[in-house]
């Protein structure tokens, strides 16, 4: 669920202006899953944006202070979120704590790198959500940890029906400041691609793991 049309439609504006996000319908990407994909999206550039990133800092802890008050702690996913989780955390003056993919294999042998007491609780940041299933192995060993889970909140959400399925099974509510539709809505109001391009687009959205670029 985004927050609103005008903040969807501002984020996907910035992002596309720094490259974060790059639209390439004639020349796809290939994701790590193997899946041939039109988009391309990095967050972590933004970081290198001051004006950027405050904005985002600021929408993202604005929202978090109205939706759940001020948590304990905010909880960044390893590896992308953790600068703009960070940044979260340092506006709303509140500890910052980040989960890794697995445990590590030496020293202390954390998943969760940071203080928190069982108990308290947080918001997890994200920057991007395509199925979710690594942001909910985050939630997952948060719930191990007995911290309590308020919410989770994203910079972007590519929009499968995959990742709704999964936020829902678990009963995590996910907030994202902007969407794949509101991207391209405002990539085509900005003429940044054309209708064709348009179609083009929103048929991979619609069955990702299927589509090719023919």
């Known amino acids: 669920?985004?927050?609103?049309?005008?903040?969807?439609?501002?984020?996907a504006e910035v992002l596309l202006q720094i490259n974060a996000i790059k639209l390439s319908p004639k020349e796809p990407f290939t994701w790590a899953s193997g899946w041939k994909s039109p988009i391309y999206c990095d967050n972590r550039i933004l970081l290198s944006f001051p004006p950027i990133r405050n904005y985002i800092r600021e929408i993202m802890a604005k929202q978090i202070e109205a939706q759940y008050g001020k948590p304990d702690?905010?909880?960044?996913?390893?590896?992308?979120?953790?600068?703009?989780?960070?940044?979260?955390?340092?506006?709303?003056?509140?500890?910052?704590?980040?989960?890794?993919?697995?445990?590590?294999?030496?020293g202390r042998k954390n998943q969760i790198e940071g203080h928190i007491e069982g108990g308290q609780?947080?918001?997890v940041v994200e920057d991007l959500i395509s199925t979710g299933k690594s942001s909910l192995n985050a939630v997952k060993a948060l719930k191990e940890a007995n911290i309590n889970i308020k919410g989770m909140i994203a910079i972007f959400t590519y929009g499968f029906e995959v990742a709704a399925k999964n936020f829902e099974k678990e009963n995590i509510e996910l907030q994202t400041l902007s969407s794949y539709d509101s991207l391209l809505e405002q990539a085509l109001?900005?003429?940044?691609?054309?209708?064709?391009?348009?179609?083009?687009?929103?048929?991979?959205?619609?069955?990702?793991?299927e589509w090719n670029a023919d």
């Open 1 to 11: 669920m985004i927050f609103n049309k005008e903040t969807a439609k501002k984020t």
């Open 121 to 123: 609780h947080v918001v």
């Open 189 to 209: 109001d900005t003429n940044y691609i054309s209708e064709t391009e348009l179609k083009t687009l929103s048929e991979w959205n619609s069955n990702p793991a």
């Open 73 to 106: 702690a905010i909880a960044g996913v390893a590896t992308g979120a953790i600068g703009i989780g960070m940044l979260v955390a340092d506006y709303l003056g509140l500890p910052f704590i980040y989960v890794r993919p697995d445990a590590k294999g030496h």
